[in-house]
């Protein structure tokens, strides 16, 4: 299991979110971590006794989980959650399982009175308690979230009801003496109003957390542990380009000056003014040793004939480590590698429901090398979420056009052009590409989408330019939402600017005469299309 214990801050209040399974568990971190209170999500069966113990927190959230408390070998929380004298919030499944384990009673769907509440529901509030303190009032009809099937009918003893709704007569529930709490409604989702503040009510005034965890003091104990890890020895840390590597090597630097060479790898899949905008982020504005190493030319001839979108992941791969080794050797004596691993990696590598069990797209990063290498890993960032990361990287003073970059895949335009890649393709992607995101720009749209893109097809297709016919590649246009990448939507652009961009990437982009908008969410498509 992946050290989860360790990525404790000290020096700062901490929540410990017990995982049961819920889709929207990294919702409640999120919403504590916006009060300023640092937490962390343990599964809940990989959390033992001396473990919660030892991470001393100052309460104790249950999430929601897609069992039933009435299963046989439901999941259930460890006891001492309960024996330790600090507040619990339990949220869904959550609540139930309390209930059941403190000596109450969960009724199923088939016997319940009231039914099955998904999405929108409203409580009625008919009591006072310190988490709805100037947030609901009693007597209040308020919005909140709900996904359930089972409910709690009976009590423990020592709760009263704070609010109840049509399909939970037990919607809010507390034991004000032991300070116990819970909600069938999920108050981390934003169609629970006021949820945040619920929440935060449970955490600054319950649990008494003072809400002094920011960036800036992230930062500076990430200082102070990176110093305190790596001592006097070499690190290297392959830059993408991307935020997260980015703000890696910015921090590292930070802490540790010139022991830090950063490695940017130009592939050749690049979009165009990428390496240019590195180099001169890393080199000139920063002075970070930098090797930049051109391997364009091994990358296509590599790629020359592959079409398969698993082929051409996986060889670039393979390429990208045999680069990025024979870098590293010429930064004599490293035994450092950072990283760029983000916290829901972590949660996802230790989630006891697991990862996607069927591999969708072999993605590439530079999570393969240390084993090979033998060189152990500083990762200063697997704490946090992707706009924590966006937030430290302010704090670090980095430029706000560096920050709020789209992502960018590690396999870069390769994905993006499906069929054989060759240096002619990529040429009229990259000025398709730099046509469309000018427009996005233009038009002020550009941090309102989480990725936009033009993918080459491998198709002509016949058209007409003056009174010639044309017979060109069809390139197609990509813009999502998304929050994390794992589920998106297609961006709803006005027609009037999918025409704009239609007719300046017809008459800029020699190559191509046809223009589509991929309207495909995901699922059931992915946001790249290989
Ligand atoms: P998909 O296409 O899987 O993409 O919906 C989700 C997000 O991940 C990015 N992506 C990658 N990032 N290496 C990366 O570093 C990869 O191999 C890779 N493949 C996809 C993609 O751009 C999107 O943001």
């Given at each position: 299991m992946a050290d989860l214990a360790g990525a404790a801050q000290p020096s700062h209040d901490h929540i410990l979110i017990l995982d049961f399974g819920s889709q929207v568990t990294q919702l409640i971190a999120r919403r504590v971590r916006e009060s300023g209170v640092y937490c962390e999500i343990w599964p809940f069966n990989q959390a033992d006794d001396a473990r919660i113990r030892s991470f001393?927190?100052?309460g104790i959230i249950l999430s929601g989980g897609p069992r039933s408390v009435l299963d046989e070998d439901a999941p259930s929380a460890p006891s001492v959650v309960f024996e330790m004298g600090v507040p619990v919030f339990g949220i869904c499944y959550g609540q139930q399982t309390m209930v059941q384990q403190l000596g109450g009673r969960v009724e199923g769907l088939e016997k319940s009175s009231g039914g099955r509440e998904?999405?929108?529901?409203f409580v009625d509030v008919i009591d006072h308690s310190s988490?709805?303190?100037g947030v609901w009032d009693k007597g209040a009809h308020?919005?909140?979230w709900m996904s359930h099937g089972d409910h709690v009918a009976d009590l423990p003893e020592g709760f009263r009801v704070i609010a109840k709704s049509e399909g939970a007569p037990y919607a809010f529930i507390a034991d004000t003496g032991r300070k116990f709490y819970g909600v069938q409604f999920h108050p981390e989702v934003v169609h629970t109003l006021n949820g945040?503040?619920?929440l935060k009510n449970f955490t600054h005034e319950v649990c008494g957390c003072s809400g002094d965890w920011t960036m800036q003091s992230f930062r500076e104990e990430s200082i102070a542990k990176i110093r305190a890890q790596v001592g006097d020895a070499k690190v290297i840390c392959g830059l993408s380009g991307g935020v997260d590597s980015s703000v890696t090597a910015v921090l590292l630097h930070e802490a540790i000056g010139d022991q830090l060479t950063c490695i940017y790898v130009?592939?050749?899949?690049?979009?165009?003014?990428?390496?240019e905008q590195v180099v001169s982020l890393f080199r000139d504005h920063y002075n970070i040793p930098l090797i930049h190493e051109d391997a364009s030319e091994k990358f296509l001839s590599g790629l020359e004939g592959t079409a398969d979108p698993e082929m051409k992941r996986k060889l670039i791969g393979t390429m990208f480590i045999e680069v990025?080794?024979?870098c590293a050797k010429r930064v004599g004596g490293a035994k450092f590698l950072a990283q760029g691993t983000l916290y829901p990696d972590v949660i996802e590598s230790v989630s006891f429901t697991g990862g996607p069990s069927v591999t969708i797209k072999s993605h590439h990063n530079v999570g393969g090398l240390p084993e090979k290498m033998d060189l152990k890993l500083v990762e200063p960032m697997r704490e946090l979420f992707k706009d924590e990361v966006r937030d430290l990287g302010r704090a670090l003073g980095m430029p706000e056009e560096f920050i709020r970059r789209h992502p960018f895949p590690g396999p870069g335009l390769a994905i993006r052009m499906p069929g054989e890649i060759t240096a002619e393709k990529l040429e009229i992607l990259r000025k398709a590409d730099t046509v469309y995101l000018d427009e996005i720009k233009k038009s002020g749209l550009y941090d309102e989408i989480w990725q936009a893109f033009a993918v080459l097809l491998p198709v002509r297709s016949v058209g007409v330019m003056g009174d010639s016919r044309?017979?060109?590649?069809?390139c197609a246009l990509r813009a999502v939402t998304s929050t994390d990448g794992m589920t998106a939507d297609y961006y709803p652009f006005e027609h009037e600017f999918l025409s704009r961009v239609s007719t300046r990437l017809i008459n800029e982009v020699q190559g191509i005469n046809r223009v589509t908008y991929d309207i495909t969410s995901k699922p059931p498509g992915t946001i790249e299309w290989e």
């Amino acid at each position: 299991m992946a050290d989860l214990a360790g990525a404790a801050q000290p020096s700062h209040d901490h929540i410990l979110i017990l995982d049961f399974g819920s889709q929207v568990t990294q919702l409640i971190a999120r919403r504590v971590r916006e009060s300023g209170v640092y937490c962390e999500i343990w599964p809940f069966n990989q959390a033992d006794d001396a473990r919660i113990r030892s991470f001393n927190p100052k309460g104790i959230i249950l999430s929601g989980g897609p069992r039933s408390v009435l299963d046989e070998d439901a999941p259930s929380a460890p006891s001492v959650v309960f024996e330790m004298g600090v507040p619990v919030f339990g949220i869904c499944y959550g609540q139930q399982t309390m209930v059941q384990q403190l000596g109450g009673r969960v009724e199923g769907l088939e016997k319940s009175s009231g039914g099955r509440e998904f999405g929108r529901a409203f409580v009625d509030v008919i009591d006072h308690s310190s988490i709805t303190a100037g947030v609901w009032d009693k007597g209040a009809h308020e919005q909140v979230w709900m996904s359930h099937g089972d409910h709690v009918a009976d009590l423990p003893e020592g709760f009263r009801v704070i609010a109840k709704s049509e399909g939970a007569p037990y919607a809010f529930i507390a034991d004000t003496g032991r300070k116990f709490y819970g909600v069938q409604f999920h108050p981390e989702v934003v169609h629970t109003l006021n949820g945040k503040d619920l929440l935060k009510n449970f955490t600054h005034e319950v649990c008494g957390c003072s809400g002094d965890w920011t960036m800036q003091s992230f930062r500076e104990e990430s200082i102070a542990k990176i110093r305190a890890q790596v001592g006097d020895a070499k690190v290297i840390c392959g830059l993408s380009g991307g935020v997260d590597s980015s703000v890696t090597a910015v921090l590292l630097h930070e802490a540790i000056g010139d022991q830090l060479t950063c490695i940017y790898v130009d592939t050749g899949l690049m979009r165009a003014g990428e390496s240019e905008q590195v180099v001169s982020l890393f080199r000139d504005h920063y002075n970070i040793p930098l090797i930049h190493e051109d391997a364009s030319e091994k990358f296509l001839s590599g790629l020359e004939g592959t079409a398969d979108p698993e082929m051409k992941r996986k060889l670039i791969g393979t390429m990208f480590i045999e680069v990025f080794e024979n870098c590293a050797k010429r930064v004599g004596g490293a035994k450092f590698l950072a990283q760029g691993t983000l916290y829901p990696d972590v949660i996802e590598s230790v989630s006891f429901t697991g990862g996607p069990s069927v591999t969708i797209k072999s993605h590439h990063n530079v999570g393969g090398l240390p084993e090979k290498m033998d060189l152990k890993l500083v990762e200063p960032m697997r704490e946090l979420f992707k706009d924590e990361v966006r937030d430290l990287g302010r704090a670090l003073g980095m430029p706000e056009e560096f920050i709020r970059r789209h992502p960018f895949p590690g396999p870069g335009l390769a994905i993006r052009m499906p069929g054989e890649i060759t240096a002619e393709k990529l040429e009229i992607l990259r000025k398709a590409d730099t046509v469309y995101l000018d427009e996005i720009k233009k038009s002020g749209l550009y941090d309102e989408i989480w990725q936009a893109f033009a993918v080459l097809l491998p198709v002509r297709s016949v058209g007409v330019m003056g009174d010639s016919r044309t017979y060109e590649y069809v390139c197609a246009l990509r813009a999502v939402t998304s929050t994390d990448g794992m589920t998106a939507d297609y961006y709803p652009f006005e027609h009037e600017f999918l025409s704009r961009v239609s007719t300046r990437l017809i008459n800029e982009v020699q190559g191509i005469n046809r223009v589509t908008y991929d309207i495909t969410s995901k699922p059931p498509g992915t946001i790249e299309w290989e």
